[in-house]
């Protein structure tokens, strides 16, 4: 039985006003990257931070304004040091800040919301979500089920859980960490019409994953009795 995706209820979160003037466009060539996920290392925000340098010239250099929009956190309850900008464990902290190659600083293009109440308002600012690019140890991941329904184009790993998604949209698939810059700098360089025949290929995915609360509760209640 599949996991319970509810992609109504995703739908109808996604519709409340994002007010965090931190992510609204300033200007036409502004595009919102984003990586939603908790900051722990099995997540491979690292990863993207590593490239971000990259991404973010490659794409200037096409015309576009690129930020980073970094959605979600991780705080560790037993450290009482806790980085009040990043909200993660020092020592991960540290990592992310030498890889971006700003004199361990938070770039300027770059902005950390926290954890939020509600991360779909966020997300539906985004033009591009990274999800766990090197897929260690992931099941079948929800987070990009909601991201597809919602029409946000989504770049993961082959490996692990994520083949489920990247079997079938092997055009945003990171197969080896490389591939990520490349990936992200690919999608921008499409025409509106393949953009679409993909995001139109997510959404197929989201909407077989999407179950009925009755149906899948009768399903497991058969299996109990």
């Known amino acids: 039985i599949n996991n319970f995706f509810y992609e109504e209820n995703i739908l109808q979160a996604s519709r409340e006003k994002c007010i965090d003037e931190n992510i609204i466009k300033k200007s036409n060539t502004q595009i919102n990257i984003g990586f939603l996920g908790n900051l722990i290392a099995s997540k491979s925000f690292h990863i993207l931070a590593e490239y971000w340098n990259e991404i973010y010239h ?58 939020v109440d509600n991360p779909y308002c966020y997300a539906t600012n985004l033009d591009l979500c990274v999800v766990n690019p090197l897929g260690v140890g992931e099941a079948a991941s929800q987070t990009i089920l909601e991201l597809y329904s919602l029409s946000i184009p989504v770049v993961t790993s082959t490996k692990y859980g994520m083949c489920d998604y990247t079997d079938h949209i092997n055009e945003l698939a990171v197969p080896i960490k490389s591939k990520l810059s490349e990936n992200i700098i690919n999608w921008f360089k499409k025409s509106e019409s393949d953009k679409k025949k993909i995001i139109n290929k997510q959404l197929a995915l989201a909407h077989v994953y999407s179950e009925c609360i009755s149906y899948s509760s009768a399903k497991w209640y058969s299996l109990i009795i």
């Open 58 to 115: 490659s794409l200037k250099a096409m015309g576009f304004s690129p930020k980073l929009i970094v959605i979600g956190g991780q705080i560790n309850p037993t450290s009482n040091e806790i980085s009040s900008k990043l909200s993660i464990e020092k020592d991960y902290e540290r990592r992310i800040l030498k890889l971006f190659k700003s004199d361990m600083k938070i770039p300027s293009n770059v902005y950390f919301t926290g954890a």
